[in-house]
């Protein structure tokens, strides 16, 4: 059994500063690619950033230049890092990791309320 726990959503000001983290726990053996999306009120989920484990990164382009995605593998933490946040940023925030235990599969967090507001 493998859990992911995210931490870090709050309230923030525009142009305020956040950053979430997600770690692994459980049976895991080793960890592939890890990934942050959101999800806004009425709207789908869509892919925030993801990095493969390599390290190779990848962005939306809403958050190109604002967010940053890095891991911790001796952590089995995922982290994004979150600058110039507008309202348009308002979400949950969900991780999710490709993790080989018996089998390779993939796993999510609960989600994290990340709200920014004036």
């Known amino acids: 059994q493998v859990q992911l726990v995210e931490s870090g959503g709050g309230l923030v000001q525009p142009g305020g500063s956040l950053r979430l983290s997600c770690a692994a726990s459980?049976?895991?053996?080793?960890?592939?690619?890890m990934g942050w999306y959101r999800q806004a009120p009425g709207k789908q989920r869509e892919l925030v950033a993801t990095?493969?484990?390599?390290?190779?990164?990848n962005y939306a382009d809403s958050v190109k230049g604002r967010f940053t995605i890095s891991r911790d593998n001796a952590k089995n933490t995922v982290y994004l890092q979150m600058n110039s946040l507008k309202p348009d940023d308002t979400a949950r925030y969900y991780c999710?990791?490709?993790?080989?235990?018996?089998?390779?599969?993939?796993?999510w967090g609960q989600g994290t309320q990340v709200t920014v507001s004036s």
């Open positions: 459980g049976n895991l053996f080793s960890i592939n690619a």
């Open positions: 990095i493969t484990s390599t390290a190779t990164t």
């Open positions: 999710q990791m490709s993790i080989w235990g018996d089998v390779l599969s993939d796993y």
